[in-house]
């Protein structure tokens, strides 16, 4: 079966910088677009950046010019790099991969299960 993991979340102060990386395993076949996503309390899921199978990106408004988003298809892995973190970054980040895998045999969402990311002031 297919999972993702994601991992380097943790405490930064404002201005600083932190690194997820997210790591697919299982039975795929091909990865198509991955990308990350965030919920920050009291707030919906929302879009942070997409990498396309193509290497094109799209990001959300609020992190264009800090957030780089890329991608590893030998390792499965796909990345973001934030920089010049602000509180409002606050929230679980989670890695978003649209698969085919033995499970389904055709193109699948996952998710992983979230890594924490807090921004202090």
């Known amino acids: 079966q297919v999972q993702l993991v994601e991992s380097g979340g943790g405490l930064v102060q404002a201005g600083g910088s932190l690194r997820l990386s997210c790591a697919a395993s299982?039975?795929?076949?091909?990865?198509?677009?991955m990308g990350w996503y965030r919920q920050a309390p009291g707030k919906q899921r929302e879009l942070v950046a997409v990498?396309?199978?193509?290497?094109?990106?799209n990001y959300a408004d609020s992190v264009k010019g800090r957030f780089t988003i890329s991608r590893d298809n030998a390792k499965g892995r796909v990345y973001l790099q934030m920089n010049s973190l602000k509180p409002e970054d606050t929230a679980v980040y989670y890695c978003y991969g649209d698969l085919i895998s033995a499970a389904y045999g055709w193109l699948h969402d996952y998710w992983g299960q979230g890594t924490q990311v807090t921004v202090s002031s």
């Open positions: 990498v396309a199978a193509s290497g094109s990106t």
């Open positions: 299982g039975s795929i076949f091909s990865i198509n677009a």
